[in-house]
Nanobody
Framework: VQLVESGGGLVQPGGSLRLSCAAS????????MRWYRQPPGKEREWVAT?????????KYADSLKGRFTISRDNAKNTVYLEMNSLKPEDTAVYYC?????????WGQGTQVTVSS
């Protein structure tokens, strides 16, 4: 299993970014996918979840509802996180995650910095 995040960078407050997580080594469409983030000096926190298959069920951390959107493209084995109206407190390393019955898998993370 391999998860590779990309799309992070430096963005001004109010700006937008789209993160991608390219998955390989497993049947992507069969798995629930998640995004987490770890702000500097803080613990890792859950951001969003998308169901397996069509991804018709999504869930978000309450503080992020309306600004972040998780989606998936099973043809590309990729999960996305669209982030809008970014705030300095969104600064964090963002991680892609999935789980099997036996293991949990993480990507290496991508840094998002929101600053003027």
């Amino acid at each position: 299993v391999q998860l590779v995040e990309s799309g992070g960078g430096l963005v001004q407050p109010g700006g937008s970014l789209r993160l991608s997580c390219a998955a390989s080594g497993f049947t992507f469409s069969n798995y629930v996918m998640r995004w987490y983030r770890q702000p500097p000096g803080k613990e890792r926190e859950w951001v969003a979840t998308i169901s397996a298959g069509t991804g018709d069920v999504t869930k978000y951390a309450d503080s992020l509802k309306g600004r972040f959107t998780i989606s998936r493209d099973n043809a590309k084995n990729t999960v996305y996180l669209e982030m809008n109206s970014l705030k300095p407190e969104d600064t964090a390393v963002y991680y892609c995650n999935t789980r099997s019955w036996a293991s949990e898998y993480w990507g290496q993370g991508t840094q998002v910095t929101v600053s003027s």
